[in-house]
Protein backbone atom coordinates (compact mmCIF):
# COMPACT_ATOMS: atom_id res chain seq x y z
CA UNK A 1 0.00 0.00 0.00
CA UNK A 2 2.13 2.92 -1.19
CA UNK A 3 -0.16 5.75 0.22
CA UNK A 4 0.86 4.03 3.58
CA UNK A 5 4.55 3.83 2.94
CA UNK A 6 4.49 7.99 1.81
CA UNK A 7 2.33 8.70 4.45
CA UNK A 8 4.63 6.98 7.07
CA UNK A 9 7.91 8.84 5.20
CA UNK A 10 6.22 11.75 6.34
CA UNK A 11 6.70 11.49 9.94
CA UNK A 12 8.04 14.51 11.62
CA UNK A 13 8.77 15.91 14.93
CA UNK A 14 5.44 17.75 14.83
CA UNK A 15 3.25 15.55 13.61
CA UNK A 16 -0.09 15.06 15.54
CA UNK A 17 -0.36 11.78 16.45
CA UNK A 18 -3.49 9.75 17.41
CA UNK A 19 -3.87 5.88 18.29
CA UNK A 20 -6.17 2.98 19.42
CA UNK A 21 -5.99 1.61 23.14
CA UNK A 22 -6.99 -2.02 23.41
CA UNK A 23 -6.52 -5.63 24.19
CA UNK A 24 -6.13 -7.51 21.79
CA UNK A 25 -5.50 -4.68 19.32
CA UNK A 26 -3.78 -6.60 16.16
CA UNK A 27 -7.15 -7.13 14.95
CA UNK A 28 -7.90 -3.16 13.92
CA UNK A 29 -8.60 -2.14 10.76
CA UNK A 30 -8.85 1.74 12.25
CA UNK A 31 -5.29 2.31 11.78
CA UNK A 32 -5.19 1.45 8.11
CA UNK A 33 -8.41 3.74 7.34
CA UNK A 34 -7.34 6.62 8.99
CA UNK A 35 -4.06 6.65 8.09
CA UNK A 36 -5.35 6.74 4.68
CA UNK A 37 -7.78 9.47 5.19
CA UNK A 38 -4.65 11.70 6.69
CA UNK A 39 -2.48 11.17 3.50
CA UNK A 40 -6.03 12.26 1.34
CA UNK A 41 -6.50 15.31 3.66
CA UNK A 42 -2.78 16.17 3.40
CA UNK A 43 -2.66 16.15 7.15
CA UNK A 44 0.06 16.11 9.58
CA UNK A 45 -1.09 13.18 11.40
CA UNK A 46 -0.10 9.56 12.10
CA UNK A 47 -2.33 6.86 13.52
CA UNK A 48 -0.71 3.85 15.29
CA UNK A 49 -1.99 1.33 17.56
CA UNK A 50 -1.09 0.53 21.16
CA UNK A 51 -1.76 -2.84 23.11
CA UNK A 52 -3.20 -1.76 26.39
CA UNK A 53 -3.58 -4.43 29.05
CA UNK A 54 -6.55 -3.50 31.55
CA UNK A 55 -4.25 -3.29 34.63
CA UNK A 56 -2.37 -0.69 32.54
CA UNK A 57 -5.01 1.15 31.79
CA UNK A 58 -4.33 4.18 33.92
CA UNK A 59 -0.69 4.38 33.04
CA UNK A 60 -1.94 4.40 29.38
CA UNK A 61 -3.90 7.53 29.26
CA UNK A 62 -1.76 9.00 31.49
CA UNK A 63 1.30 8.89 29.54
CA UNK A 64 -0.65 9.38 26.04
CA UNK A 65 -1.63 12.69 27.92
CA UNK A 66 2.26 13.67 28.94
CA UNK A 67 3.60 12.59 25.70
CA UNK A 68 0.59 15.15 24.17
CA UNK A 69 -1.19 12.62 21.84
CA UNK A 70 -4.30 14.81 20.12
CA UNK A 71 -6.74 12.18 20.33
CA UNK A 72 -7.23 8.16 20.31
CA UNK A 73 -9.75 6.30 19.91
CA UNK A 74 -11.06 3.60 22.83
CA UNK A 75 -12.15 -0.33 22.19
CA UNK A 76 -12.59 -3.54 24.04
CA UNK A 77 -11.89 -3.82 26.76
CA UNK A 78 -11.83 -0.35 27.53
CA UNK A 79 -15.08 1.66 26.72
CA UNK A 80 -16.39 1.56 30.12
CA UNK A 81 -13.33 1.19 32.59
CA UNK A 82 -11.71 4.72 30.81
CA UNK A 83 -14.32 6.73 32.12
CA UNK A 84 -12.83 7.69 35.33
CA UNK A 85 -9.75 8.64 34.03
CA UNK A 86 -11.28 11.16 31.84
CA UNK A 87 -12.29 14.86 32.73
CA UNK A 88 -15.26 15.37 31.03
CA UNK A 89 -17.57 13.67 29.03
CA UNK A 90 -19.55 14.35 25.98
CA UNK A 91 -22.95 13.76 25.81
CA UNK A 92 -22.92 11.11 23.58
CA UNK A 93 -20.30 8.94 25.90
CA UNK A 94 -22.46 9.92 28.98
CA UNK A 95 -25.68 8.94 27.47
CA UNK A 96 -24.37 5.72 25.85
CA UNK A 97 -21.78 4.88 29.19
CA UNK A 98 -19.06 4.19 27.14
CA UNK A 99 -16.34 5.84 25.29
CA UNK A 100 -14.94 5.03 21.66
CA UNK A 101 -13.29 8.52 20.95
CA UNK A 102 -10.93 10.80 22.74
CA UNK A 103 -9.90 14.21 22.37
CA UNK A 104 -6.85 16.38 24.41
CA UNK A 105 -7.92 19.49 24.89
CA UNK A 106 -5.31 21.69 26.48
CA UNK A 107 -4.55 19.70 29.26
CA UNK A 108 -8.40 18.16 29.25
CA UNK A 109 -9.32 14.76 28.20
CA UNK A 110 -12.95 14.70 26.54
CA UNK A 111 -14.58 11.25 25.94
CA UNK A 112 -17.02 10.81 23.16
CA UNK A 113 -19.17 7.99 21.35
CA UNK A 114 -19.50 8.22 17.81
CA UNK A 115 -20.46 4.70 17.57
CA UNK A 116 -24.42 5.07 17.93
CA UNK A 117 -24.40 8.19 15.62
CA UNK A 118 -22.03 6.18 13.20
CA UNK A 119 -24.60 3.33 13.43
CA UNK A 120 -27.64 6.09 12.27
CA UNK A 121 -25.28 6.95 9.14
CA UNK A 122 -24.42 3.48 8.25
CA UNK A 123 -28.14 2.48 8.51
CA UNK A 124 -29.16 5.99 6.29
CA UNK A 125 -25.94 4.74 3.70
CA UNK A 126 -25.81 1.23 3.56
CA UNK A 127 -29.66 0.12 3.98
CA UNK A 128 -31.21 3.66 2.88
CA UNK A 129 -32.86 3.20 6.49
CA UNK A 130 -34.19 6.77 8.16
CA UNK A 131 -35.58 5.89 12.02
CA UNK A 132 -39.22 7.12 12.57
CA UNK A 133 -42.18 5.41 13.26
CA UNK A 134 -41.12 2.38 11.57
CA UNK A 135 -40.78 -0.13 14.83
CA UNK A 136 -37.23 -1.54 15.39
CA UNK A 137 -35.73 -4.20 17.29
CA UNK A 138 -32.93 -4.59 19.07
CA UNK A 139 -30.92 -7.83 20.18
CA UNK A 140 -28.64 -7.38 23.14
CA UNK A 141 -28.59 -5.02 26.50
CA UNK A 142 -25.01 -4.18 26.48
CA UNK A 143 -23.09 -1.45 25.81
CA UNK A 144 -23.15 -1.49 21.91
CA UNK A 145 -27.09 -1.70 22.47
CA UNK A 146 -27.62 1.22 24.56
CA UNK A 147 -25.14 3.75 22.80
CA UNK A 148 -27.34 2.09 19.82
CA UNK A 149 -30.70 2.46 21.50
CA UNK A 150 -29.71 6.43 22.12
CA UNK A 151 -28.64 7.14 18.78
CA UNK A 152 -31.93 5.91 17.18
CA UNK A 153 -33.76 7.90 19.75
CA UNK A 154 -31.90 11.16 18.77
CA UNK A 155 -32.37 10.25 15.10
CA UNK A 156 -36.42 10.30 15.67
CA UNK A 157 -36.90 6.32 16.42
CA UNK A 158 -40.35 6.06 17.82
CA UNK A 159 -40.92 2.43 18.42
CA UNK A 160 -37.79 0.28 19.89
CA UNK A 161 -38.34 -3.47 20.95
CA UNK A 162 -35.37 -4.40 23.28
CA UNK A 163 -34.74 -8.44 23.30
CA UNK A 164 -32.11 -9.89 25.22
CA UNK A 165 -31.19 -13.03 27.07
CA UNK A 166 -31.26 -11.09 30.59
CA UNK A 167 -34.33 -8.67 30.97
CA UNK A 168 -33.38 -7.17 33.91
CA UNK A 169 -30.01 -5.78 31.65
CA UNK A 170 -32.77 -4.83 28.81
CA UNK A 171 -35.35 -3.05 31.55
CA UNK A 172 -32.56 -0.80 32.80
CA UNK A 173 -31.98 0.60 29.73
CA UNK A 174 -35.55 1.36 28.71
CA UNK A 175 -35.72 2.94 32.39
CA UNK A 176 -32.87 4.71 31.20
CA UNK A 177 -34.14 6.05 28.03
CA UNK A 178 -37.53 6.71 28.79
CA UNK A 179 -36.24 9.39 31.54
CA UNK A 180 -34.32 11.29 28.65
CA UNK A 181 -36.05 10.19 25.66
CA UNK A 182 -40.00 10.30 26.61
CA UNK A 183 -41.07 10.49 22.67
CA UNK A 184 -39.77 7.04 21.83
CA UNK A 185 -42.17 4.01 23.24
CA UNK A 186 -39.07 1.69 24.25
CA UNK A 187 -40.09 -2.13 25.60
CA UNK A 188 -38.44 -5.11 26.34
CA UNK A 189 -38.61 -9.28 26.05
CA UNK A 190 -36.78 -12.22 26.62
CA UNK A 191 -34.95 -13.03 23.88
CA UNK A 192 -36.25 -17.17 24.32
CA UNK A 193 -39.85 -15.49 24.60
CA UNK A 194 -39.63 -13.56 20.90
CA UNK A 195 -42.63 -14.76 18.77
CA UNK A 196 -43.90 -14.43 15.29
CA UNK A 197 -46.31 -11.85 15.74
CA UNK A 198 -43.78 -9.82 17.42
CA UNK A 199 -41.63 -10.33 14.39
CA UNK A 200 -43.72 -9.87 12.20
CA UNK A 201 -44.37 -5.97 13.25
CA UNK A 202 -40.49 -5.20 12.66
CA UNK A 203 -38.87 -3.03 9.85
CA UNK A 204 -35.37 -3.25 11.56
CA UNK A 205 -33.44 -5.89 13.26
CA UNK A 206 -30.05 -4.68 14.92
CA UNK A 207 -28.13 -6.70 16.27
CA UNK A 208 -25.90 -5.43 19.03
CA UNK A 209 -24.49 -8.11 20.29
CA UNK A 210 -20.86 -9.89 19.67
CA UNK A 211 -22.60 -13.33 18.60
CA UNK A 212 -21.56 -14.08 14.59
CA UNK A 213 -18.08 -12.80 15.56
CA UNK A 214 -17.20 -16.75 15.76
CA UNK A 215 -19.89 -18.04 13.57
CA UNK A 216 -22.49 -18.37 16.08
CA UNK A 217 -25.99 -17.55 15.14
CA UNK A 218 -28.52 -16.24 17.14
CA UNK A 219 -31.24 -18.17 18.72
CA UNK A 220 -34.73 -17.73 19.20
CA UNK A 221 -35.02 -14.93 16.37
CA UNK A 222 -36.20 -16.86 13.29
CA UNK A 223 -35.79 -14.47 10.13
CA UNK A 224 -39.06 -15.83 8.09
CA UNK A 225 -41.34 -14.08 10.67
CA UNK A 226 -40.53 -11.02 9.55
CA UNK A 227 -41.90 -8.57 6.83
CA UNK A 228 -40.91 -8.26 3.44
CA UNK A 229 -39.94 -4.58 3.33
CA UNK A 230 -37.84 -5.40 6.88
CA UNK A 231 -34.18 -4.77 7.03
CA UNK A 232 -31.35 -6.28 8.89
CA UNK A 233 -28.66 -4.91 10.17
CA UNK A 234 -25.52 -6.85 12.03
CA UNK A 235 -22.97 -4.40 13.82
CA UNK A 236 -20.37 -7.45 13.88
CA UNK A 237 -18.30 -5.97 11.03
CA UNK A 238 -16.25 -8.51 8.57
CA UNK A 239 -15.11 -8.46 5.13
CA UNK A 240 -17.26 -11.54 4.56
CA UNK A 241 -21.08 -11.97 5.64
CA UNK A 242 -21.72 -12.59 8.72
CA UNK A 243 -24.36 -15.79 10.00
CA UNK A 244 -27.04 -13.30 10.56
CA UNK A 245 -26.55 -11.48 7.47
CA UNK A 246 -25.97 -14.83 4.94
CA UNK A 247 -29.42 -16.23 7.09
CA UNK A 248 -31.26 -12.83 5.82
CA UNK A 249 -29.86 -12.60 2.23
CA UNK A 250 -31.02 -16.30 1.82
CA UNK A 251 -34.55 -15.26 3.00
CA UNK A 252 -35.10 -12.32 0.67
CA UNK A 253 -34.53 -9.31 3.71
CA UNK A 254 -31.79 -6.50 2.68
CA UNK A 255 -29.14 -6.99 5.00
CA UNK A 256 -25.44 -5.89 5.42
CA UNK A 257 -22.63 -6.27 8.65
CA UNK A 258 -21.38 -3.12 10.38
CA UNK A 259 -18.54 -2.61 7.99
CA UNK A 260 -20.25 0.99 6.95
CA UNK A 261 -20.78 1.32 10.97
CA UNK A 262 -16.61 1.15 11.18
CA UNK A 263 -16.15 3.56 8.71
CA UNK A 264 -19.32 6.17 10.03
CA UNK A 265 -18.14 6.20 13.26
CA UNK A 266 -14.01 6.66 12.36
CA UNK A 267 -15.53 9.81 9.82
CA UNK A 268 -16.90 11.56 13.01
CA UNK A 269 -13.59 10.59 15.25
CA UNK A 270 -11.72 11.94 12.34
CA UNK A 271 -13.37 15.63 12.81
CA UNK A 272 -13.34 15.83 16.48
CA UNK A 273 -9.48 15.23 16.22
CA UNK A 274 -8.89 17.37 12.99
CA UNK A 275 -12.07 19.67 12.88
CA UNK A 276 -12.46 18.94 9.68
CA UNK A 277 -14.46 16.17 7.58
CA UNK A 278 -12.35 13.15 5.67
CA UNK A 279 -12.18 12.80 2.05
CA UNK A 280 -14.92 11.77 0.79
CA UNK A 281 -15.42 7.81 1.30
CA UNK A 282 -11.28 7.35 1.33
CA UNK A 283 -12.12 5.04 4.51
CA UNK A 284 -14.88 3.15 2.47
CA UNK A 285 -12.45 3.13 -0.25
CA UNK A 286 -9.62 1.71 2.10
CA UNK A 287 -11.69 -1.05 3.91
CA UNK A 288 -13.06 -2.02 0.44
CA UNK A 289 -9.63 -2.72 -1.20
CA UNK A 290 -9.24 -5.18 1.91
CA UNK A 291 -12.14 -7.45 1.29
CA UNK A 292 -11.54 -7.62 -2.34
Known amino acids: MLWGVDHMSGVQ ?52 KALGACGFNV ?3 HKTTIIPFLDHLDESAEIAGAVNTVKLCGNILIGYNTDGDGLVDSLLTDLNFSPGTEPVMVVGAGGAARGAIAALCRAGAKNIHISNRTIENASAIMR ?40 ERIEHINLVHLPEHAKVYDMVY ?6 LVKEALAVGLQSVNGLGMLVAQGERAFEIWTGEKPSEGVMRRTLNSLCL
Do not use: W
Not at 27 to 39: D, E, G, K, V, Y
Not at 189 to 204: D, G, H, P, R
Not at 238 to 243: E, F, H, L, N, V
Open 13 to 64: GKSNVVCIIGDPIQHSLSPIMQNAAFAAGHLDYIYVPFAVSPENLNQAVSGL
Open 75 to 77: TIP
Open 176 to 215: DMNIRYPGTHIDVTALNLVNEEQLSLISLLLNTTSLGMHG
Open 238 to 243: SCSATP
